[in-house]
């Protein structure tokens, strides 16, 4: 057990391949990012391996589709009964492995959102439709008469789900959810940092009862297992959400056997605060880039572009908030900025900050290395920056806010809109009808208005370098599915 965790570190975890556990020939560390002690060894799937799951994923096909959409939803909805009766004893072991706060551990990262996903897709709409007949004259193709048709959502077939390390449970729910509901059947390939959460995903799915080979998880720590999934001609789409870097190789190996792709990438969330902007509003929304899982989200706003009338206002109630947020022990009941996953990663954050100095931001907050045991970054604010600098255009997927003035709605758009990046962005405005229209400029998938949260049924997405395609709610169920049309004469 470790020392303050009720972790078996000693757990031998194994692959779920077509119903079975399955051992590799080897593992790799877990490490916990607060204490850097090692909570667990991962199995480290081979590339035949995965191609094995693949096999199972392809066998388990035809049975898994043939069912109603009714009797698959009996199997989530029996997930979710599991999940709610076995998850709460896994937040020890996912919050070591992710580096969650204890309230994020215990709210976001197991439970509520995960559990709600598998129960939203265990009852789905009839996506099917029929045409109105169509009238056609007499030609050589036959004779003339009234055509109808019917299309059909079909299954898009065995449907791979590569996914990141930020929120493992929610985002492999988000995917395995609707594809399960519309008749695919499914590999996981989890993030190499914290694989353990989904291994005991694969665990209550056993539970709930699904055929073997519906759902099959490989983990590893190396691109051999996913380069192989992906290359796989038996592998119908890939569901993929990770950086855009990792995104565009998948694109570009995808295309020999022209999957289906869903693709959730990287984002660098503009927030535009208008000159009638609540500053305390739009503060609150803003500190949720370093209180919030330490900014390690795709959604964050982490571009702050603000009217020169409320700017300076802006940077000090910031500088003012960041120095409230404890930075700690995740374990802490008080603590609100944990670590970020890795040493790697912590270290790249850094970098990013300091290239922001060097090419002449202000360094309102942050940017010294807390002196803890894990990989810790303080909310950092970066201000005065300017549109073309590096830590305005990239992600840095940690506690970076960047704010910089603008002197109308019209730079600003213009400004939030020069990113390669559209997949969140937000408008803060007293005037909902204007925060409206600014929206609708936006080069993003996805706007917030005077708002930080989502809505879990809207449409979520990328535009440009964030990716491709749609999912949640009904969009989620098309995006697994293939269109038929059927036409007959009436
Ligand atoms: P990452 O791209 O490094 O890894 C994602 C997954 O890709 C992992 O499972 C990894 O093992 C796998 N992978 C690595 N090489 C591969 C290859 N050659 N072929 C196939 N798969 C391969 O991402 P990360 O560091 O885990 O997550 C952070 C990134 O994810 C950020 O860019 C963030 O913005 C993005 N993200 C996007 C969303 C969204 O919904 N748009 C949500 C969360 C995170």
């Not at 503060?283 to 390690?296: K, L, N």
Request: with cysteine.
């Amino acid at each position: 057990m470790s020392a303050d965790l009720n972790i078996d570190v000693q757990k031998e975890w194994k692959l779920f391949i077509n119903g079975r556990w399955e051992p590799t020939a080897s593992s790799y560390e877990i490490v916990d990012p607060n204490t850097t002690n090692v909570v667990g060894h991962a199995p480290e799937a081979t590339a035949a391996q995965a191609l094995d799951a693949v096999a199972a994923a392809k066998a388990a096909l035809p049975a898994w589709k043939a069912l109603s959409p009714g009797e698959r939803g009996v199997y989530l909805a029996r997930l979710a009964d599991v999940l709610e009766e076995d998850s709460d004893a896994w937040v020890d072991t996912v919050q070591a492995e992710t580096g969650a706060t204890l309230k994020i551990a215990a709210t976001m990262q197991v439970g509520g959102p995960t559990i709600d996903r598998f129960r939203y897709y265990s009852s789905i709409p009839d996506l099917n439709e029929s045409l109105m007949p169509q009238p056609v004259g007499a030609s050589p193709l036959g004779p003339a008469g009234l055509i109808s048709a019917a299309v059909h959502r079909q299954p898009v077939g065995v449907v791979a789900a590569i996914t990141p390390y930020n929120f493992p449970l929610t985002n492999v729910a988000g995917k395995i959810g609707p594809a399960l509901a519309m008749g695919c059947t499914c590999i996981i390939k989890p993030a190499p940092q914290d694989p353990l959460g989904i291994l005991l995903l694969a665990e209550a799915i056993e539970k709930a009862g699904f055929p073997p080979g519906v759902v099959n998880v490989v983990t590893g720590s190396g691109p051999e297992a996913p380069a192989a999934i992906v290359d796989s001609p038996d592998v119908n789409m890939i569901s993929f959400t990770g950086s855009s870097m990792i995104g565009s190789k998948i694109y570009e190996n995808s295309g020999k056997t022209m999957k289906r792709l869903l693709m959730e990438l990287g984002g660098k969330g503009a927030l535009i605060m208008a000159d009638d902007a609540d500053v305390g509003k739009a503060v609150g929304a803003i500190a949720t880039v370093w209180g919030f899982h330490s900014g390690q989200i795709c959604t964050a706003p982490t571009r702050v572009i603000c009217h020169r009338s409320k700017y300076d206002e802006t940077v000090e109630a910031l500088k003012g908030v960041s120095g409230f947020l404890k930075v700690g022990d995740a374990r802490a009941d008080d603590t609100l900025v944990g670590p970020v996953i890795t040493e790697t990663h912590r270290d790249r954050v850094e970098t990013f900050i300091q290239s922001g100095v060097d090419d002449g931001a202000t360094l309102v907050c942050g940017g010294e290395r807390p002196d803890l045991p894990g990989y810790f970054v303080a909310p950092t604010l970066l201000a005065d920056c300017t549109p073309d600098m590096h830590v305005v255009q990239e992600e840095a997927f940690g506690p970076v806010v960047v704010i910089m003035p603008h002197d109308g709605d019209d730079e600003a758009i213009a400004m939030a809109n020069n990113s390669i990046y559209g997949l969140y962005s937000y408008v803060f405005s007293e005037d909902q009808s204007r925060a409206y229209r600014i929206g609708q400029q936006l080069e993003t998938g996805n706007v917030g208005l005077n708002l930080i949260q989502p809505h879990m049924e809207a449409p979520f997405g990328g535009y440009k370098m964030s990716g491709v395609g749609r999912d949640r709610g009904r969009w989620g169920l098309e995006a697994y599915s293939e269109i038929q049309a059927i036409s007959w004469i009436s």
